[in-house]
T-cell receptor, first 113, second 111 residues
Framework: ETGVTQSPTHLIKTRGQQVTLRCSSQSGHNTVSWYQQALGQGPQFIFQ???????GRGNFPPRFSGLQFPNYSSELNVNALELDDSALYLC????????????FGPGTRLTVL | AQRVTQPEKLLSVFKGAPVELKCNYS??????LFWYVQYSRQRLQLLLR??SRESIKGFTADLNKGETSFHLKKPFAQEEDSAMYYCALGRGTGGYNKLIFGAGTRLAVHP
């Protein structure tokens, strides 16, 4: 069984640029969630994808967007980067359903200068 | 609004001492509550969930709906318990299951 993987590990961008982060879900999982974790804070829900469609969104602006592919992998795209977007971005995969455990990846550390 | 509060940023105890990490939540429906743990240089992982009512690594947590709390307890702390602990509230219907996390409590167990 392969766990959740994310790429890249670290990324440095400048304000106004765009970034794409990638996530491969755990084998057999059809749901992917993305979280933003700022320094000293708990993870904050960005959105969730199920069957290639957004299935719930947190309090994040539209410049945060995503995709899910037929193999259940996912991308998080952030446009017009701001300094406050600097954070650890976590991907979690799970089976659909309220009680199912979410398995987290190691995260991508994004720094915006 | 749904919210999870962990009032302590750091909890420092000696090995063998009892541990209680506090978690309070705000949610109008039937909550699903979880404790996640992150050991040094490892990824976030589920420790336990209230619906399972199980003890993992000696830790237990009881949901108290009257006090809206889900405190994590262990009678005798071990050095390997040192980690970052996050309480999380799960919400959603029809397969949409997002987690709302608290800010976390760092547990430091000293020899």
């Amino acid at each position: 069984e392969t766990g959740v993987t994310q790429s890249p590990t670290h990324l440095i961008k400048t304000r106004g640029q765009q970034v794409t982060l990638r996530c491969s879900s755990q084998s057999g999982h059809n749901t992917v969630s993305w979280y933003q974790q700022a320094l000293g804070q708990g993870p904050q829900f960005i959105f969730q994808y199920y069957r290639e469609e957004e299935n719930g969104r947190g309090n994040f602006p539209p410049r945060f967007s995503g995709l899910q592919f037929p193999n259940y992998s996912s991308e998080l795209n952030v446009n017009a980067l701001e300094l406050d977007d600097s954070a650890l971005y976590l991907c979690a995969s799970s089976l659909a359903g309220n009680h199912n455990e979410q398995f987290f990846g190691p995260g991508t550390r994004l720094t915006v200068l | 609004a749904q919210r999870v509060t962990q009032p302590e940023k750091l909890l420092s105890v000696f090995k063998g001492a009892p541990v209680e990490l506090k978690c309070n939540y705000s949610y109008s429906g039937s909550p699903e509550l979880f404790w996640y743990v992150q050991y040094s240089r490892q990824r976030l992982q589920l420790l336990l969930r209230h619906i399972s009512r199980e003890s993992i690594k000696g830790f237990t947590a009881d949901l108290n709906k009257g006090e809206t709390s889900f405190h994590l307890k262990k009678p005798f702390a071990q050095e390997e318990d040192s980690a970052m602990y996050y309480c999380a509230l799960g919400r959603g219907t029809g397969g949409y299951n997002k987690l709302i996390f608290g800010a976390g409590t760092r547990l430091a167990v000293h020899p």
